[in-house]
């Protein structure tokens, strides 16, 4: 192969890959914006004739370490009319996770289906169970979790000025535990609070996060939960926003979930979270994008949203289109590459983080190596149904659980 038709298949490569990379760069764009705008005065009071009995749903697979703080967590919020009832699904467990709840003050409710595994299942189990109860407002909060003390009260504002779902702020609890938990966390706070701000501001659905939202009654019976993949919150909410529906950012509350501090726990966790988003894309984009060209525009957002990769990947592929000789591309990838800068920025200001977070942005080089390590997995992940499992966490105590 002469030197010519080398350059002129690295040039393509590179301007196949700056392209691959232009709707999350217009993503970042877009949220980036939103997210530092000033917020959008709170919409007024629905008047309603409904009494809102709110049920804390907490999904636990062998969480026996940390239920215990979580359930107390929940029972601590300030109630707006009424104490809110916390649901622990102990779904295949192995270990105390039911019994230590239940000392907590959790109501429990058994689960064990081992043909069916999986965050998903142990959702719609406990919705069907709790909606035949009377309960019509449910808030999922993981079992590693600790909440603020306003959670009830402000979700349920935004439920009576006529939400459909809401999302709250999603941050690490143990951000200083390690250099890994401190990206984890700026990168939380451009995921789960920049973002979904962002979309608040221009009056988009805000998305669900897993850890921290809620849906009412009347949610759940026209779109049950029945999203069963490793990523069954993005699964569920492009459900909602297909059937016309939006999620409310509630800017003024937080959910605290435990991040792993070993490296076989992260990158257990971070390859099935990410190889699932992967498989999304592959088997949820082509859709979407054919709904937007028939004229579904409110579905561009979400498309957008699906086709901007996990933040380190996509620096990644900027970085090897950064190398391509042709100067167009090198013009775009720098332009890209500076507002990736600037979200991130905009994330640590507006998510409340600090100058430490800020220095652990000079070495974030090491992050995109262990970003590099994990493909292999994750390639593997995106091609198949990964089982809920455990992810192995730090205790407080030192030991690993």
């Known amino acids: 192969m002469s030197a010519r038709l080398l350059m002129h298949v690295w ?57 215990a703080d979580c359930v107390k967590s929940l029972r601590e919020c300030d109630s707006y009319s009424g104490d809110a009832a916390v649901y622990v699904v102990a779904d295949n467990c192995t270990d105390q996770t039911a019994g230590l709840a239940a000392e907590a003050g959790a109501n429990v409710l058994i689960r064990d289906d081992s043909a069916r595994r999986g965050k998903g299942y142990a959702l719609d189990f406990a919705f069907r169970k709790l909606l035949a109860r009377g309960f019509n407002l449910f808030i999922v909060v993981d079992a590693d979790s600790s909440v603020t003390r306003n959670l009830v009260r402000d979700f349920v504002k935004a439920f009576e000025s006529g939400a459909d779902a809401v999302q709250c702020r999603y ?65 569920y909410h492009l459900r909602l926003v297909r059937a016309g529906l939006t999620v409310r950012f509630v800017d003024t509350a937080t959910v605290y979930g435990e991040m792993p501090l070993s490296n076989k726990g992260a990158s257990t966790q971070r390859a099935r979270w990410e190889g699932g988003r992967f498989r999304m894309i592959r088997e949820s984009a082509p859709g979407l994008a054919r709904e937007v060209c028939r004229g579904q525009f409110r579905l561009l957002e979400p498309l957008l949203e699906l086709l901007l990769l996990p933040l380190g990947f996509h620096v990644l592929m900027l970085l090897f289109a950064l190398t391509t000789p042709m100067a167009a591309v090198r013009y775009y990838v720098a332009a890209a590459l500076t507002l990736v800068a600037a979200h991130i920025l905009a994330a640590i200001a507006i998510g409340g983080g600090g100058w430490r977070d800020v220095g652990a942005l000079f070495v974030a080089p090491l992050y995109l190596l262990w970003k590099l390590r994990i493909i292999p997995q994750l390639i593997r992940n995106s091609g198949r149904s990964t089982a809920w499992v455990r992810t192995e966490r730090q205790t407080r105590q030192g030991g690993l659980k």
């Open 11 to 67: 040039e393509f490569a590179g301007a196949a890959i700056a392209l691959c990379t232009l709707p999350g760069s217009v993503e970042l764009l877009l949220l980036t914006l939103g997210g530092v705008l000033p917020a959008k005065k709170n919409q007024a009071r629905v008047e309603s004739d409904v009494t809102f009995r709110v049920a804390f749903v907490v999904p636990a697979h062998d969480e026996e370490s940390t239920i």
């Open 171 to 235: 941050k690490v609890r143990n951000s200083s535990g390690s250099m890994r938990t401190r990206w984890m966390n700026i990168a939380l706070m451009a995921f789960n609070v920049l973002r979904p701000r962002g979309r608040e501001r221009f009056g988009m659905s805000a998305g669900i996060l897993g850890n921290g939202f809620a849906l009412s009654q009347a949610t759940l019976e026209k779109v049950p939960y029945d999203a069963v993949s490793v990523v069954e919150d993005l699964e």
